[in-house]
Every structure is written in C-alpha cells, then in structure tokens.
C-alpha cells in the first residue's frame, strides 16, 4: 500500500546512496503498479494543478494533475526526472536540438505514452513536451533530481521552435487556463 511518508523518504535514501534516477525509478514504478493506493492516498483530483509534496535542492516530489486535453510545450529540467502516471494517460513527445542553430532550434526525436501504472525515466538533457489526450483529468507523480521550482532552465515557443527563458509562473497559469477550458466544454 502507498504510504507518503514512506515514499518521499525511501526516494531521499536512494538518491544518498546513488545520486542518478536509476534508484528512484523503481521506487516510482512500484507506487504506481498499484494506481488505486495511491489514488487513495493523494485523494481524487478534482482539477488541473501542480501539488508540491515534498522539495529541496536535491529531490522534488509533486503531483502533477493534468487537466483534460492540456499540453504543457517543449521544455528541459536540467536534471533527471522520473514520471509515474496513477491515472488517465500522459503523452510526451521527445525533442532534440538542430545542430549549429543558433536560436536553440528543436525538432521532434520520438515520443512515449504513459498509462496508469506505467513509469519511465528522463536524463537531465531531456527535452520534452506533455499532452494529456483524454477528456479525464490525468495523475501523475513526478519526481526530479533537484529543486524543479528554482533550476534555471528552458522552454520552446510553439512555432518556430526556439528557445527561451522557462517562466514558472506562466507555466503554472496554463493550469488554470485549461481547467476554465475544461468547465466551458462540460
């Protein structure tokens, strides 16, 4: 069973003893085997939002509800992250930088769907985008190899692709800007 306590301090002893995702990754992956535990635990989402469950400079843990339909653009983290979904459906699509383009330029590299139960990890040179597709809200926890609120750190504007400055708080507006989407389409 999943118990909060437990989980932030079992992602605190593996990153002392390994400082990589390698650790953490299973400790995620095991949470959310059992996508009802910790449906339970967290509580049932009610609407799109980032809930801080535990941060420091070396570990950051939230749970990330997307709300339906959202999409989050092409960003970076500068540091590792290892993502389990415990509900609906998270679709990231991987970018890569075009060589010798000075505006920081990406283009698409692949992508991977995540499904309730399922985790993957992501390097610390990741760059990706998230869309959840469904008309449910999504769940999931993120757990990241630093301070995921004050890492310097980038994003791509929609059509040209380039880069630009990671702006927290617009970032956390778009939350809000999807639930309102959310209710209009009910």
Request: proline share 5%; glycine share 8%; charged share 25%.
């Given at each position: 069973?999943?118990?909060?306590?437990?989980?932030?301090?079992?992602?605190?002893?593996?990153?002392?003893?390994?400082?990589?995702?390698?650790?953490?990754?299973?400790?995620v992956a095991r949470a959310v085997?059992?996508?009802?535990?910790?449906?339970?635990?967290?509580?049932?989402?009610?609407k799109g939002e980032v809930q801080?469950?535990?941060?420091?400079?070396?570990?950051?843990?939230?749970?990330?509800?997307?709300?339906?339909?959202?999409?989050?653009?092409?960003?970076?983290?500068?540091?590792?992250?290892?993502?389990?979904?415990?509900?609906?459906?998270?679709?990231?699509?991987?970018?890569?930088?075009?060589?010798?383009?000075?505006?920081?330029?990406?283009?698409?590299?692949?992508?991977?769907?995540?499904?309730?139960?399922?985790?993957?990890?992501?390097?610390?040179?990741?760059?990706?985008?998230?869309?959840?597709?469904?008309?449910?809200?999504?769940?999931?926890?993120?757990?990241?190899?630093?301070?995921?609120?004050?890492?310097?750190?980038?994003?791509?504007?929609?059509?040209g692709l380039t880069e630009q400055?990671?702006?927290?708080?617009?970032?956390?507006?778009?939350?809000?800007?999807?639930?309102?989407?959310?209710?209009?389409?009910?």
């Amino acid at each position: 069973m999943f118990e909060l306590e437990r989980f932030v301090e079992d992602c605190k002893a593996a990153i002392a003893s390994d400082p990589t995702h390698k650790s953490v990754q299973e400790i995620v992956a095991r949470a959310v085997s059992e996508p009802g535990g910790v449906l339970k635990v967290l509580g049932e989402p009610e609407k799109g939002e980032v809930q801080k469950l535990y941060c420091t400079e070396k570990l950051t843990i939230i749970n990330v509800i997307w709300a339906p339909r959202m999409t989050i653009m092409p960003h970076n983290h500068n540091m590792w992250a290892v993502i389990g979904v415990y509900g609906g459906r998270e679709d990231n699509i991987f970018w890569r930088r075009v060589a010798d383009d000075p505006t920081g330029r990406i283009e698409a590299a692949g992508a991977r769907s995540l499904g309730s139960g399922e985790a993957t990890p992501l390097g610390p040179d990741i760059i990706h985008s998230v869309t959840n597709p469904t008309a449910k809200l999504t769940s999931a926890i993120h757990v990241y190899g630093g301070d995921f609120f004050e890492e310097e750190r980038s994003e791509w504007e929609p059509e040209g692709l380039t880069e630009q400055t990671y702006d927290v708080e617009k970032n956390m507006r778009l939350f809000e800007e999807a639930n309102s989407f959310a209710r209009q389409q009910q």
